[in-house]
Nanobody, 124 residues
Framework: QVQLVESGGGLVQPGAPLRLSCTASGDIFSIHYVAWYRQAPGKQREFVASLLSGGSTKYVDSVKGRFTISRYTANTVYLQMTSLEPADTAVYYC???????????????????WGQGTLVTVSS
């Protein structure tokens, strides 16, 4: 059982920074993958950044050099955004993959969970 809650969204001017937080609860130590996605109005949900438990990161090309995903505490992951552009306007979602044992065979089953989203609006 893992639950995710995003926070930190709001209205900012172009060029400004903003930090989003993803806070997990439940069996947080079973999480091995955390990612941020975003969805702009009328568009498909888009991958933004990901963080593996070992510390490796990936980013979509459009945010490389501007966004940073990092683990702040055992249950909190940040998305630090800088030099925000109007094109960054979207609802940002936290996503996590975690593992739990399957009683029938003892093997691990991987599950995916999403947060409720937080709105980021970049406008002057």
């Amino acid at each position: 059982q893992v639950q995710l809650v995003e926070s930190g969204g709001g209205l900012v001017q172009p060029g400004a920074p903003l930090r989003l937080s993803c806070t997990a609860s439940g069996d947080i130590f079973s999480i091995h993958y955390v990612a941020w996605y975003r969805q702009a109005p009328g568009k498909q949900r888009e991958f933004v950044a990901s963080l593996l438990s070992g510390g490796s990161t990936k980013y979509v090309d459009s945010v490389k050099g501007r966004f940073t995903i990092s683990r702040y505490t055992a249950n909190t992951v940040y998305l630090q955004m800088t030099s925000l552009e109007p094109a960054d306007t979207a609802v940002y979602y936290c996503n996590a993959e975690y593992a739990e044992p399957v009683p029938e065979n003892g093997e691990m089953e991987y599950r995916e969970v999403w947060g409720q989203g937080t709105l980021v609006t970049v406008s002057s």
